[in-house]
Nanobody, 131 residues
């Protein structure tokens, strides 16, 4: 069974940091682009950040650029999201996703931010930032 499992969420004060992990199982994700999305109550799921299959390219939403950093460890089949300088508006359920390898030969950036690009999704982890 192919799974992505997020962990590391929790409650943190504004200005604090959290590190989310996304562990894959059931197949290797080393050829997949990995993305993080988030969904706040009453809002649509939105793109946060993505990393190419090689790890050589990263893509950030404007709202998190300079504060968040994505990385991956293909040997551990795991992706990470380091979140610094957290704000109350970062409060959401955070989901990791994998594209199934579809972006491996893609040279653009647009598709990294599209929900429909991603084939596998985790169950989400709650991040709450208090003011």
């Amino acid at each position: 069974q192919v799974q992505l499992v997020e962990s590391g969420g929790g409650l943190v004060q504004a200005g604090g940091s959290l590190r989310l992990s996304c562990a894959g199982s059931g197949r290797t994700f080393s050829n997949d682009a990995m993305g993080w999305f988030r969904q706040a109550p009453g809002k649509e799921r939105e793109f946060v950040v993505a990393i190419s299959w090689s790890g050589g390219s990263t893509y950030y939403a404007d709202s998190v650029r300079g504060r968040f950093a994505i990385s991956r460890d293909n040997a551990k089949n795991t992706a990470y999201l380091q979140m610094n300088s957290l704000k109350p508006e970062d409060t959401a359920v955070y989901y990791c996703a994998a594209d199934g390898g579809g972006l491996r030969s893609y040279s653009g950036s647009y598709n990294y931010g599209r929900r429909s690009t991603y084939v596998y999704w985790g169950q989400g982890t709650q991040v709450t930032v208090s003011s």
